[in-house]
Each structure stands twice: as structure tokens, then as C-alpha cells.
């Protein structure tokens, strides 16, 4: 029968090749070394000048000598079958196969003389030994793979099996592959944390507040201003799968259609339906709005806002009638307004003193815009006249009446005025059947106009009773016109008319010029004189509603195509009123300016070398140059700043990860979202809208700069500003060749220690052992023992003996 033998040091073996797993370098040469210390230690198979008999002296070397009833046989050994003297041939042991002789879940191994047994993998012998012979109730059961710490790595649950394992991802994590169950001894495959990564993008749409990729994360929506979302949900989730589920927000365009109706009123100038967009009214002649300006704005809801204001109907009286001059007769209507046009009737009724019967009555028709009309009547000298006004358009008024006595002749001509521009008046009896020539001596000047300068004179014969003369006048001009008569006796006059407005448009073909210019014609020609317009300018934002720029000037000049170039504010919606002095026919044009690069805000600088960089502190800046929409935190590496251009970047994906030369953009955040003082820690591992800070590489450069954008009618600008320093030194090539040497240097140090130690326990066994036999006898005897000794260590027999000894 034949035994285990046990190493000391390592574990089981067999008089088979000697078995360990994992054996290499030192552990080599230990076990080499306890083969020799276990053979010097071994006792002799006989005791020294033992008698050997023949029969004995011809065993084969795997067969022993024993004695049955006095005689002496060969035996072959224990794993060997043979005669025992000529032959001794290995047993093989596993020709039944491993269940048969070793058991369930195992591998038979022959050896020579013997055989060891294995547990297949994922079984484990309940010797709790690699190899085992089943002679001492030694099996193999299920090994429970599990009880091993991170089998399935991080993020991963083992679920044990007979003779195997399963590896399964836990909530929130995903295998590599996308396989489960996995291996990672067999496939490498481990589970990795679910990331969504960055979340859709909203058409017109954006991300509000910071949110987490992980699994379950949530990402909340909101529509871009001037846009609504049409639907009830704004929100997405990260998904167990690693995906983002589809946003069902949806961003309409905000558009109010068309402005609403005021009754009595009609729109002025162009109009827009976007939202902040505001359009304005004004009141059809004989209405007027007595509460202020008639607007209506576009809301955010999409409607236009009700404006509680309307038009409602003049009630126009004649007041304030006085007599002038004898024959002239000025009024004011009250209320009125300048560019309204009305038409009197004037009754007039003369009777002499003398006289019951009329002498003199006339009809006559007067159309003025102007709210203290005047007329100078032809009326005879010596005569009481009642005269009777009232107004026949745009609606009939109540009349009234003013008496006029006439004085005697007294040289002077009884001149009136009819049709603005138009002189009347009435000849003496007798002197009808004679011509007579008129001198008129006409000079115009106008009070808001000083080098405004209108002179002409000319003559006018006629037999007529009652003569008429038409003056070319200019329009909005104060003139004073002296008649004399060239007879004698003479008579002469002097009449002061203040013609309107002209009725007619002086402003044409208005153009836009370099988004802030206006150029236009002017249609009346008045020889070379010059025309004052006069400025009314609105500005308006939508995005900025406490913005409200109200600006008037006048301009001069004698040009035919008058130029002017206006200072408006960038990123602004104007209404530009011109109207000719002359005329008093205003001219309303829209115009938009473009947006222009944002102000920088108020940041404070910070340079840092080596230590942690302290909190950024980024403070709102102002709509001053349009609508600031975002603010992003570009980290660029130190060495590019010189070569950035912050204009240059196009899209969100200006930077790459592929090269440690680019950039990335750390954080962006809305112009809505952000407070007065926004604070932001560089690489805190956050996603500040679709970006991630991440954290920054050890032992480099960087730059930190600001960027900030304004967009606005599908214009965009930006401005950028250096906000933070980050400097850090390296290893130098020296300072690494250093580390790694010494490395090598500790790593042969370590091995040439092991070497030397087992070098000497092998020396210090063997000087015991041989002392110890030379000791038992004299110097022959010494040198016979060594001899054996090494015979010994020679034969087959004893090298088997060497691994088993027989019972």
C-alpha cells in the first residue's frame, strides 16, 4: 500500500512527477532543495553490512524482497505488476476511467507506481488539497465561486451554479457588451455605470437647471422666448437601456396674427406678429382718442393685448368770433385738429342806413384746416352787415352770427381773403367804367424758418367790380401784402395771410440706407429755398421691456434728395415719423438694428500656479448691445490663447477630445437662468447644460475664458474675455529616468536576498548530515558510507523510495 507523502512546505505529492501549479523562480529552486533534504534525511533501506541473500540480490528494482514460511520472494511494488524479478511494469490505475477511481467531477492523472486525482474546475476537493488519492474518503464538491470578493468586478452580482458561476450587472449598471450572463475570466466583460450621456436637443428649446446622466436622471425643458411648448410634458429620463427617452416638447413660434380692430381707427406703418411686437393706431378724421396713444402689444400667450382705448367722435363749435381790420371776420373751432380740412358757409347781409331793402347779401364758401380760420370779406363802405357762419363738413354745426359796420371811404381797400391764398374785394361805383392797375408788393417769411425768405411784386389791371387775385404762396408761410392803386385818388391795403400745410405729400421715395440712414425726394419745388423736417423717433425691444427711447429734432435743408444718418441703439425696433414742416403729412418708417458684440461683464481675473483653482463669481451682463442669450466657460489650453478668436467657434462640438492641444467647453448657462452672481467650480464632475466640467489634467497649462452670446433676428455675436490662469509644472525626463531606475535597482536587489537565503539553508543541512555519518565510524568506514550514499541517491529503487514508502 502505498502512502501520501506530504511536502512540508507546498503540498501534495506523489512517487509521480512532483505536482504544483504556479511554480516559478524561487519557488523552483525551494522545491529542489527540499527534494535533497528529504532524501539525505531518508533511513537506509538496510542497515549498513546487512547480508543480502541471492534470491534477494535478483528483485527487480520496483519489486521488494519478503520472507513467507522461511523463504524469500520478490514482490513487485504497489502500482507495479511482474514477477518481481524480471519485470515490473507501471500499473496504469486510470484504464477505469476518473469516476471510477477517483469520483464524480474529477481527472485521473497516472504516475509512475501510482496515480493522483484532480476536482474539475468549478469543484474543489474536500481535502481542501489541489491533487488527492480517494484511499481516505477524499471527494469533490461544488465550489461556490462567489465567496470570492468583486468576482463579477464592480458593479456586478455573482449567482453561483453547480460547477460554474454567473456574473449579472446590478440596477444601474450595464454589461460592456450587452450580454448577460457574462464571464469576465472567460469574456473580460465587465459592468459599466449606466450614462445617458448628453440629453437631446430641443428644436427652440433648452435645458433647464443642472441634472445627472445616471440612471433615472430627469432633464426638465422650457421653449426659447418667443416659443411655447404645445404640449403638456417638458421632460425626459435616462432609461435603464443607457438612452434618453424621446422629449415630447414641442416649441411653437410664438405669433400673434393679425392685430385686432379698432372701430374708427386704421393702423399706422408696417407691423410685425412677433411676439413683443407692437402696433399702432391712429383715429379716422372726426375721431379722436382722448386717453393717449392707441397700441396693442404681442403677448406671450400669443394674442394681441386689449387695449381698453378707442375713438370717439369730435363735436366741433365755432368760438371765439371777432371782427378786424372792418371786414375781416377770425374764429377759432374748438375742438379741431390741423390736418382736418372743414368748410364754412358765410352768409352775408348789408343795409344801409337809408335804405330797409338789402343793399348788398352774398353765399360764400371757405374750406380751412386750420384752427383759427380768417377771412376778410368784400364788403361796401357806410354799411351794417350781418354776417353768419357755420360749418357744412365734416358735419353740420350750429351757426353764429357777428354784425359788421362798415365806415365810409376812406382811401382804403375793403380786401378779403378766400380759398388760403385767394384776394377779393369790391370797387368804387364810379370809377367802373375805367381801368384800373393794382400794385402788389408781396413778402413771406416763416417764424420757425429765419433764413426762410419769400419776396415778389407785381401788377393787376382790371375793370371788374368785384377783382380777384390768386397768390403762388408758399405753404406754412406768414406773408404781408401791400395793394396800393397807381389812379389817383389812391387807394391801397395791407393784408397778412398765414397760409396751411401744404395739402400735398412733400416726402417721397424714402429709402433705408446702412440699416441707419434715410434718404428721401422732395416733390414741391420752391426755387432754392430750404425745408425743415421735423423727427419724432420710437425705440422698442421686445426682450427689454423697461427700454423706452423717445428722441425729436429738426433737420434743414435745400437739398432735392435730402440724406440723414440717426443714432439708434443696437438690437432695437424704431418708428422714424418725418414730417415736412410745409406739409404737415407725416411719413412713418420701421426700421430694426442689428445686435452688436455684448459688454463684457464685471469678472475679476484670477492667475493660479499649482493649487486648486478657488470658485469662479460670474456677474449678469446688460442688454446694452442686444439680448444676451447664453454664457459659456471655455477651457483652452495656455499656449492657444494667443491664436483663439472668439468667433471662431461655430457649433457645440468645436472641441474634440482627440488631441491634448483642443479645448472643451466646461459649462453654458442661459442668460434667463442665471442669477445676479453666478458661481461655478471648474472640474466639480456637474453637466452644466449639455456640457460637462470636467475636471482639469494634473501638471498642465490652461487658460479659462469667458465667453458671452447674443442672438436676435438670426443675427449672432459674441464676446470673449480671459477670466482665469492655471499653471502647473511636471517631472522633468531626469527626475523620471531617477524614479525607474531605482525601481530596477530594488526589484535585483530583492531577488539576489531570496537566492542567498536558500542557498544557505541548503549548505547548513547538508554539513549536518554528513558530520552525523561520518561520526558512526572510522575514515574507511566515512568514505564507504559516501559512496553508498551517492550509489544510492542514484538507483531508480531509491528515487522512488524517495516519494513512498511501503507499510
Known amino acids: 500500500m502505498v502512502r501520501e507523502g506530504r511536502d512540508p512546505w507546498r503540498g501534495v505529492y506523489s512517487n509521480g512527477p512532483f505536482l504544483l501549479q504556479g511554480q516559478q523562480g524561487c519557488f523552483s529552486l525551494l522545491l529542489l532543495l527540499q527534494l535533497l533534504l528529504v532524501q539525505l534525511l531518508r533511513p537506509a533501506g538496510r542497515a549498513l553490512g546487512a547480508p543480502v541473500s541471492g534470491v534477494c540480490a535478483t528483485c527487480h528494482v520496483h519489486a521488494t524482497c519478503q520472507q513467507r514460511d522461511g523463504k524469500e520472494s520478490c514482490i513487485c511494488n504497489y502500482g507495479f505488476v511482474g514477477n518481481g524479478i524480471t519485470q515490473c511494469h507501471d500499473k496504469d490505475e486510470c484504464q477505469y476511467g476518473a469516476t471510477v477511481v477517483c469520483g464524480n467531477k474529477t481527472s485521473c492523472h497516472n504516475t509512475l507506481g501510482g496515480f493522483y486525482c484532480v476536482c474539475l474546475e468549478g469543484y474543489r476537493a474536500t481535502n481542501n ?46 454589461p460592456q457588451n450587452g450580454i448577460q450572463p457574462f464571464y469576465p475570466t472567460r469574456d473580460g466583460t465587465l459592468c459599466k455605470e449606466i450614462d445617458c450621456g448628453t440629453p437631446p436637443e430641443i428644436p427652440n428649446g433648452y435645458i433647464i437647471g443642472k441634472y445627472t446622466s445616471r440612471l433615472g436622471g430627469q432633464v426638465n425643458y422650457a421653449c426659447k422666448e418667443g416659443f411655447y411648448n404645445d404640449q403638456k410634458e417638458s421632460m425626459t429620463t435616462c432609461t435603464a437601456d443607457g438612452t434618453w427617452e424621446t422629449p415630447k416638447i414641442h416649441c411653437q413660434e410664438i405669433k400673434c396674427g393679425s392685430p385686432p380692430v379698432i372701430q374708427h381707427a386704421i393702423l399706422v406703418g408696417n407691423y410685425s406678429s412677433n411676439l413683443g411686437s407692437i402696433v399702432y393706431y391712429t383715429c379716422v378724421d372726426g375721431f379722436e382718442s382722448t386717453g393717449g396713444n392707441l397700441t396693442s402689444l404681442c403677448t406671450a400667450e400669443g394674442i394681441w393685448k386689449k387695449n381698453t382705448l378707442h375713438c370717439t367722435e369730435k ?34 347781409q348789408g343795409q344801409q342806413r337809408d335804405r330797409t331793402e338789402f343793399v348788398h347779401e352774398d353765399l360764400l364758401n371757405f374750406t380751412t384746416s386750420s384752427q383759427e380760420p380768417e377771412v376778410c370779406l368784400h364788403l361796401d363802405q357806410g354799411t351794417n352787415y350781418t354776417v353768419t357762419i357755420r360749418i357744412t363738413f365734416p358735419r353740420l354745426s350750429v351757426p353764429v352770427t357777428v354784425r359788421i359796420q362798415t365806415a365810409d371811404d376812406d382811401g382804403s381797400l375793403n380786401v378779403s381773403i378766400f380759398n388760403e391764398t385767394c384776394l377779393k374785394w ?9 381801368k384800373q392797375i393794382y400794385q402788389f408788393q408781396v413778402l413771406g417769411q416763416r417764424q420757425y424758418q429765419n433764413n426762410f425768405y419769400h419776396e415778389t411784386s407785381f401788377n393787376f389791371t382790371t375793370r371788374e367790380r368785384f377783382p380777384e387775385v390768386c397768390l403762388d404762396l408758399y405753404p406754412r408761410t406768414y406773408y404781408t401784402i401791400n395793394i396800393t392803386t397807381m389812379a389817383f385818388p389812391k387807394h391801397s391795403a395791407h393784408i397778412i395771410i398765414a397760409t396751411p400745410r401744404s395739402v400735398k405729400q412733400i416726402i417721397s421715395n424714402i ?81 430694426m438694428t442689428q445686435i452688436t458684440e455684448p459688454p463684457i461683464p464685471n469678472i475679476e481675473f484670477i492667475a493660479v500656479q499649482g493649487d486648486p483653482l478657488p470658485a469662479l463669481s460670474l456677474r ?38 482627440d488631441s491634448s492641444t483642443k479645448g472643451y467647453v466646461a459649462a453654458e448657462f442661459l442668460a434667463k437662468d442665471i442669477t445676479d452672481v453666478q458661481e461655478i467650480s471648474l472640474g466639480d464632475r456637474l453637466y452644466y447644460g449639455k456640457f460637462y466640467n470636467a475636471p482639469l489634467k494634473p501638471r ?42 531605482g525601481s530596477v535597482v530594488a526589484v535585483v536587489i530583492l531577488v ?11 549548505q547548513d543541512h547538508k554539513g549536518k548530515r554528513q558530520s552525523s555519518l561520518v561520526s558512526q565510524g572510522g575514515p574507511r568506514e566515512r568514505s564507504t558510507i559516501k559512496k553508498k550514499k551517492k550509489k544510492e541517491l542514484q538507483t531508480p529503487s531509491e528515487k522512488k523510495a524517495f516519494f513512498y514508502t511501503p507499510t
Open 129 to 174: 488539497n489541489k491533487t488527492f488519492i480517494p484511499n481516505d474518503g477524499t471527494f469533490c464538491t461544488d465550489l461556490n465561486e462567489c465567496e470570492v470578493p468583486d468576482t463579477c468586478g464592480p458593479g456586478g452580482q455573482c449567482i453561483n451554479t453547480p460547477g460554474s458561476y454567473e456574473c449579472y450587472c446590478k440596477n444601474g449598471y450595464l
Open 315 to 348: 363735436k366741433t363749435s365755432i368760438t371765439n368770433v371777432f371782427v378786424f381790420n372792418d371786414t375781416c371776420v377770425k374764429w377759432r373751432v374748438s375742438p379741431g385738429r390741423e390736418d382736418l380740412k372743414m368748410a364754412y358757409l358765410i352768409h352775408i
Open 426 to 434: 369790391k370797387r368804387n361805383p364810379r370809377d367802373i367804367a375805367e
Open 511 to 591: 429709402s433705408v440706407l446702412n440699416e441707419t440712414c434715410l434718404r428721401w425726394k422732395r416733390n414741391m419745388k420752391m426755387d432754392d429755398s430750404e425745408e425743415m423736417y421735423l423727427f419724432h423717433i420710437w425705440g422698442r425691444r421686445g426682450y427689454q421691456k423697461e427700454f423706452d427711447q423717445e428722441v425729436s429734432f429738426n433737420l434743414t435743408t435745400g437739398s432735392w434728395a435730402p440724406e440723414v444718418c440717426l443714432e439708434l441703439y443696437p438690437g432695437t425696433n424704431y418708428t422714424v415719423n418725418i414730417t415736412a414742416a410745409s406739409s404737415g403729412l407725416p411719413v412713418v418708417v420701421s426700421l
Open 620 to 657: 449678469k451682463a446688460e442688454d446694452r448691445n442686444g439680448p444676451i442669450s447664453s454664457y459659456q466657460v471655455l477651457v483652452l489650453p495656455l499656449a492657444l490663447q494667443s491664436k483663439f478668436l472668439c468667433d471662431s467657434i461655430q457649433n457645440t462640438t468645436f472641441f474634440t477630445n
Open 700 to 741: 498642465s497649462d490652461y487658460c479659462i475664458i469667458l465667453r458671452i452670446t447674443s442672438e436676435w433676428n438670426q443675427v449672432r455675436r459674441q464676446s470673449c474675455v480671459v477670466w482665469a490662469e492655471v499653471k502647473d509644472s511636471s517631472f522633468s525626463l531626469l527626475q523620471m529616468m531617477g524614479v525607474g531606475l
Open 752 to 762: 539576489l536576498l531570496s537566492f542567498s537565503v536558500v542557498w544557505f539553508l541548503f
